[in-house]
T-cell receptor, first 110, second 114 residues
Framework: TQLLEQSPQFLSIQEGENLTVYCNSSSVFSSLQWYRQEPGEGPVLLVT?????EVKKLKRLTFQFGDARKDSSLHITAAQPGDTGLYLCAGGWSFQKLVFGTGTRLLVSP | DAGVIQSPRHEVTEMGQEVTLRCKPI?????LFWYRQTMMRGLELLIY????????DSGMPEDRFSAKMPNASFSTLKIQPSEPRDSAVYFC????????????FGDGTRLSIL
C-alpha cells in the first residue's frame, strides 16, 4: 500500500510554462520533505515543511503543506530545462524515518 | 565535504550468487538508511540504523536480505542467494539525529541479477 500518492506521474512541458505537482495521503505527517532526483544520482533535498498551511519559496519553486498536514504541493514558475528530474515527496512521522511518494517525472524541453 | 559513498556503482551477477553492497555515511551522521528503488514500487525503506544499531528492519523483504553496521563509518547490505526480482537501484542515506534533518543519499548501486 502506497501511503503517499503523487500526481501527475509524468509531466512533459515547454520551457517557460508553469506546473504544479501534488502529494496526497490519508495519513497525518509531522513533516513533509520534497526531493529532486536526477538520473544516476540519489535524491537531493529541496525543502522541509513542518507546520500546517506553511508556504516556502525557493527561487521559482513554491512549496505548500496542507492545513491538515496530509498533503502538499510543489509549484514551479517558468520552468527551465534544468528543472527536469524526478520529484519525490516524503512524509515523516517518527524520528528520522520517512516514507516516499510515488514520484513525478518532469521533462522540460527548450 | 565527502558525501555518502556507495560501492560498487554497478553490479551484474547470476542468480544464486551472494551480493554485498557497501556504504560509507557522512562523518558525524548517526542515522543510516538503506533503500531500494524500482519503477514499480518507487523508493522503499529497507532498514535503518541509529548509532550503529538496527532500529527498524520491517522493510527487509526476506531472510535473504541482511544488513550490518559494524562501526559508524561503514555498513553493508547483503543478499544471499540473489534472485532476478532483486534487481533494482539500492541507495544508502545518512542524516543527523535532529528532527526534520535531510537525508543525504549516495549515488546508488545499480544491481542486475541475471
Amino acid at each position: 500500500t502506497q501511503l503517499l500518492e503523487q500526481s501527475p506521474q509524468f509531466l512533459s512541458i515547454q520551457e517557460g510554462e508553469n506546473l504544479t505537482v501534488y502529494c496526497n495521503s490519508s495519513s497525518v505527517f509531522s513533516s513533509l520533505q520534497w526531493y529532486r532526483q536526477e538520473p544516476g544520482e540519489g535524491p537531493v533535498l529541496l525543502v522541509t515543511v513542518v507546520t500546517g498551511g506553511e508556504v516556502k519559496k525557493l527561487k521559482r519553486l513554491t512549496f505548500q503543506f496542507g492545513d491538515a498536514r496530509k498533503d502538499s504541493s510543489l509549484h514551479i514558475t517558468a520552468a527551465q530545462p534544468g528543472d527536469t528530474g524526478l520529484y519525490l515527496c516524503a512524509g515523516g512521522w517518527s524520528f528520522q524515518k520517512l516514507v516516499f511518494g510515488t514520484g513525478t517525472r518532469l521533462l522540460v524541453s527548450p | 565535504d565527502a558525501g555518502v559513498i556507495q560501492s560498487p556503482r554497478h553490479e551484474v551477477t547470476e542468480m544464486g550468487q551472494e551480493v554485498t553492497l557497501r556504504c560509507k555515511p557522512i562523518s558525524g551522521h548517526d542515522y543510516l538508511f538503506w533503500y531500494r528503488q524500482t519503477m514499480m514500487r518507487g523508493l522503499e525503506l529497507l532498514i535503518y540504523f541509529n548509532n550503529n544499531v538496527p532500529i527498524d528492519d520491517s522493510g527487509m523483504p526476506e531472510d535473504r536480505f541482511s544488513a550490518k553496521m559494524p562501526n559508524a563509518s561503514f555498513s553493508t547490505l547483503k543478499i544471499q542467494p540473489s534472485e532476478p526480482r532483486d534487481s533494482a537501484v539500492y541507495f544508502c542515506a545518512s542524516s543527523l539525529g535532529h528532527p526534520n534533518q535531510p537525508q543525504h543519499f549516495g549515488d546508488g548501486t545499480r544491481l542486475s541479477i541475471l
